[in-house]
């Protein structure tokens, strides 16, 4: 199971834990959980792992930086199928895979024992220049990723304008606003769904979603000056 292939698991693990969110923090999910459609209509798996695989792995790339997200990305699938078939009630799956996304993200920073947030110093050296051959890895990367929506900083990544400074710059931002950013502008949730998966108001989720994304910018603009 890889973040590329879109494909399901292979690794078993049918047991339902206590939590649909598998993992640290999970303020949240149960909001989320509006609708009932029964176990017995739940499509395969690996349908899940198709239509929202790809959104998953931004959000992984946003809280854990690229290095990193694959593994938290197969540890987001492989808790969401542990929990699958008692899972009918939640109607809005994308959401709920963001959410043990962001539960997997704590728990892999908690296990490395380090901040979220890098230090200043490297971000502004990864804001600083990218090596050509990485980031032309990662800018045929995100063009891979399907990068949907209207807004500026998304388009720099599908068009293939250095990948890895967006990643960079995501890095660099207050832990509230990188979420905010990374679960509305990347991950596609309404302002709502993002204010229960950080268990604020929806108010103070916009704003933090536009805070984070005027400093992105901001970031975007030095680090391409530089590069």
């Not at 923090?25 to 798996?45: C, D, K, V």
């Not at 239509?51 to 808790?79: I, K, M, S, Y």
């Not at 050509?132 to 998304?154: F, N, S």
């Amino acid at each position: 199971m890889t973040a590329g292939t879109g494909t399901g698991p292979k690794a078993g693990g049918s047991g339902a834990g206590s939590s649909g969110t598998g993992g640290s923090g999970s303020s949240g999910a149960g909001s989320l959980a509006t609708g009932s459609i029964g176990a017995g209509s739940l499509p395969p798996f690996e349908e899940l792992v198709g239509l929202h695989g790809a959104v998953v792995l931004r959000v992984c790339r946003a809280l854990v930086g690229p290095v990193d997200a694959d593994d938290v990305w197969q540890e987001t699938f492989l808790a969401a199928l542990r929990v699958y078939p008692s899972t009918g009630d939640v109607s809005n799956r994308q959401a709920w895979l963001v959410t043990i996304a962001r539960n997997k993200a704590i728990d892999h920073h908690r296990k490395a024992q380090r901040l979220p947030v890098p230090d200043g110093g490297a971000a502004a050296s990864a804001l600083s220049g990218v090596p050509d051959g990485g980031a032309r890895a990662d800018a045929r990367d995100a063009r891979g990723m399907g990068l949907g929506g209207g807004d500026d900083v998304v388009r720099a990544v599908e068009a293939g304008e250095t990948a890895a400074l967006v990643w960079a710059a995501l890095a660099a931002l207050p832990p509230r606003q990188r979420e905010a950013v990374a679960y509305h502008h990347l991950g596609g949730l309404r302002h709502a769904e993002v204010a229960a998966i950080l268990g604020n108001s929806e108010a103070a989720a916009g704003r933090a979603a536009s805070d984070g994304m005027k400093a992105l910018r901001a970031l975007l603009s030095q680090g391409r000056a530089d590069f």
